[in-house]
């Protein structure tokens, strides 16, 4: 039986170097590097291949390398036995709630502008709406999108969130499914958490920018997929958002002509929000690993029907 690493993206060795420091029996390898298709009944993988799946008659279990499972979702060549798992991490976490936190701040208190002055050697004060007229909102209240809106409550921002069903968060004001227009009235600051589903696909769109609260602000640290773009640089252009900062795109790398690159109001990060940890998520595998050998519950479980 064989554990099979897989990503067209992604350096694998530092994924089988953890796997195999918690246990040197395991048999690790990376696609396409195998021995045996059907000694494959464990696969890990991120951005793979597409289609790759059915070779394994064996496979039972594919988790993702990360978060989000879109990748696997949009794989039809994965059998309808075969269990889909996910990261969920404290260092994951901890990483997203940093990004946000330091990425709002940023927008707010207009950190890009104060670079590009600084690059002209120019000095000069931004006026700046105060901190506590303005309101972030999360959508997504998961594992990243909950712990993100309570730090952003302890950083001492006015927070609401919005997800499918209705949750309770001290400290924060929360919307569902059905009351994002109110969550929307609500919202200053966007921060889209959303898993990648066919509900939520084009969600930043301009009718949404136009709800907002403003001055507004957008941070998408989710997947590009989520945006529409022409509709970003419209509201860019139109005032109806002050700035917008972009973790992740429709098509990573970002390509090199693309319009984002030279707007002054974006900020780009090339999706670092929050990264993997080898050692972190060796343990997880294994785990889930041993509970596949032993047939017991696997941790992390994702819904097939549901998306994420
Ligand atoms: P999660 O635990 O599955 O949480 C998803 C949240 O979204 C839940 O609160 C869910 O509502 C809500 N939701 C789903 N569909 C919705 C809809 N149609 N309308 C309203 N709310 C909806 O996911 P997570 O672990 O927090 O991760 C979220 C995403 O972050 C991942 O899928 C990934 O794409 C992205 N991510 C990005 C990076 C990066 O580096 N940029 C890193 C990690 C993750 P319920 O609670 O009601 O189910
Ligand atoms: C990163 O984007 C993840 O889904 O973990």
Not at 91 to 107: A, P, R, Y
Not at 111 to 118: P, R, T
């Amino acid at each position: 039986m064989s554990i099979l690493l897989i990503s067209k993206t992604k350096d694998l060795t530092p994924f089988r170097d953890a796997l195999l420091a918690l246990d040197n029996n395991l048999d690790v390898e990376i696609w396409p590097d195998i021995s045996s298709k059907e000694r494959v009944t464990y696969a890990v993988a991120w951005n793979q291949q597409n289609g790759l799946f059915s070779l394994f008659p064996n496979l039972n279990v594919i988790s993702s390398l990360g978060a989000g499972v879109d990748h696997l979702i949009q794989d039809n060549s994965i059998p309808e036995h075969v269990e889909i798992t996910r990261v969920v991490a404290p260092g994951l976490t901890e990483q997203m709630c940093d990004f946000v936190t330091m990425s709002v701040l940023n927008m707010i208190r207009d950190v890009k502008q104060y670079h590009l002055q600084q690059s002209q050697a120019r000095w000069n004060v931004v006026n700046r709406t105060p901190k506590n007229s303005l309101k972030a909102g999360v959508m997504g209240l998961g594992e990243l999108g909950e712990r993100t809106a309570i730090r952003l409550v302890s950083n001492g921002f006015r927070v609401s969130g919005w997800s499918r069903t209705k949750k309770s968060i001290d400290g924060v004001t929360t919307y569902s499914e059905e009351e994002l227009d109110r969550f929307l009235a609500d919202t200053n600051i966007l921060i889209c958490l959303l898993p990648l589903t066919s509900e939520t696909t084009d969600i930043l769109s301009l009718k949404v920018f136009k709800q907002l609260k403003k001055p507004a602000f957008l941070l998408n640290a989710a997947r590009g997929e989520h945006l529409v773009e022409e509709d970003l640089l419209y509201a860019l252009d139109m005032n109806l958002l002050e700035h917008a900062a972009l973790d992740v795109f429709k098509n990573e790398p970002l390509p090199d002509s693309h319009p984002f690159w030279s707007r002054e109001k974006i900020t780009i990060t090339p999706h670092i929000a929050s990264v993997t940890d080898p050692h972190e998520i060796a343990n997880l595998i294994l785990d889930n690993y041993k509970r596949m050998l032993s047939r017991q519950e696997l941790n992390n479980r994702v819904d097939r029907q549901k998306e994420y």
